[in-house]
Structure formats: structure tokens, C-alpha cells
């Protein structure tokens, strides 16, 4: 089983950049997808971007394109997402999470997702 445990959360102002990191306690397989999701007070879980396992594909939200980059290192068994710009919309729980699906499954549907994380605390003030 792999377990993912993310690091990087905090406080920041509005316009300030965080970068999140997401180890896994095992191999990420190179066959794997990867993806970040994150859920505010009373909302849902929401995907946010997601790397193929081929490193070339990656996709990003509208609300966070232009601003978040994901980007991971199989070597370290660890992917990332470096945040700029941020805005207090973005303040959220950040979640990492594996899928045995090279693609994601194509999709920000959470079934396609095997493994996830805790979770990190995001907070953007104004």
C-alpha cells in the first residue's frame, strides 16, 4: 500500500506562493498519475492538477492555470506543486493522491484516485 504524506502548507498573503510536496512511502510507480485536489470549509473536493506518469501531460484547473505548476520526482518519490499568485479563493486543505491509471483516468472524478493523503492546511489572508 502506498501511503502519501504532504508537507508545505501555511499562512501567506494574498499574492505570496507556496510550494507543496508530497512523498510517498514506496516507489510512486512510474506508471502512476499523480494529482493534487483541495477542499474548502463546506465544499467539495476539487481537483487542481494532475501529472500522467509520462511527466508529459499535465493539467491544471481553470481557477488555477497560470499559477499553480505540478511537477514530480520519481527518484524522491515526491511531487509537487508550487503555487504563486495566490488569492484567499485558493486558501483550502490540499490533498495529494495516486492513481494506478497512467491518465488519471482522464479525469478530476476522485474514484480514479487509489491513494491519498492527509492532507496540508492552505491559508491566504487578504
Known amino acids: 500500500q502506498v501511503l502519501l504524506e504532504e508537507s508545505g502548507g501555511g499562512s501567506v498573503q494574498a499574492g505570496g506562493s507556496l510550494r507543496l510536496s508530497c512523498t510517498a512511502s514506496q516507489n510512486i510507480l512510474d506508471s502512476d498519475c499523480m494529482g493534487w485536489f483541495r477542499q474548502a470549509p463546506g465544499g467539495e473536493r476539487e481537483g487542481v492538477a494532475r501529472i500522467y506518469s509520462n511527466f508529459n501531460f499535465k493539467y491544471y484547473s481553470g481557477p488555477v492555470k497560470g499559477r499553480f505548476t505540478i511537477s514530480r520526482d520519481n527518484a524522491k518519490n515526491t511531487v509537487y506543486l508550487q503555487m504563486n499568485s495566490l488569492k484567499p479563493d485558493d486558501a483550502a486543505m490540499y490533498y495529494c493522491?495516486?492513481?494506478?491509471?497512467?491518465?488519471?483516468?482522464?479525469?478530476?472524478?476522485?474514484?480514479?484516485?487509489?491513494?491519498w493523503g492527509q492532507g496540508t492546511q492552505v491559508t491566504v489572508s487578504s
Open positions: 493522491a495516486a492513481s494506478r491509471d497512467a491518465r488519471c483516468g482522464g479525469s478530476w472524478n476522485t474514484h480514479f484516485f487509489n491513494y
